[in-house]
């Protein structure tokens, strides 16, 4: 990923958490315009990458939105075949899918995750993945 673009998502993401925090709403939305600016700024070009719209879906509150934006985020992470980035936004997409009741689809989502996690370095995600899956079909 382009370090530029990624020290502009990681300092709005910041940014984004500070105005959360301190309920500010006007300066939250001013920074998730930025965001998302960003994203549709390189989206499908070289500087396009899953973490900026991966950045975008974590902070965006409509469930249905976020996951279309993880989904987005996760077809750039097969584009580039990165394990860790399909591992986390499958991740992602399942709990939302679970919050909406969901549950065959993101059974769907963490089985594929399940696979991507496999050589991970990140063993928490891989719990997480497996607790959540295992949860999901003992029911």
Request: some cysteine.
């Amino acid at each position: 990923m382009n370090t530029k673009i990624y020290k502009q998502v990681l300092l709005l993401a910041g940014d984004l958490v500070s105005a959360a925090q301190k309920k500010d709403q006007k300066s939250f939305d001013q920074y998730y315009q930025e965001l998302k600016d960003i994203c549709d700024e390189h989206d499908n070009t070289d500087k396009d990458h899953p973490v900026q719209w991966e950045t975008l879906a974590d902070f965006t509150d409509d469930l249905a939105d976020a996951i279309s934006l993880y989904e987005k985020a996760l077809v750039k992470a097969e584009a580039i075949n990165s394990k860790d980035f399909r591992s986390s936004i499958g991740f992602a997409i399942a709990t939302l899918q679970v919050e909406l009741g969901q549950e065959s689809s993101a059974i769907m989502q963490l089985e594929k995750a399940k696979i991507s996690c496999n050589k991970i370095a990140d063993q928490e995600l891989k719990d997480e993945i497996n607790h959540l899956l295992a949860r999901l079909t003992q029911d």
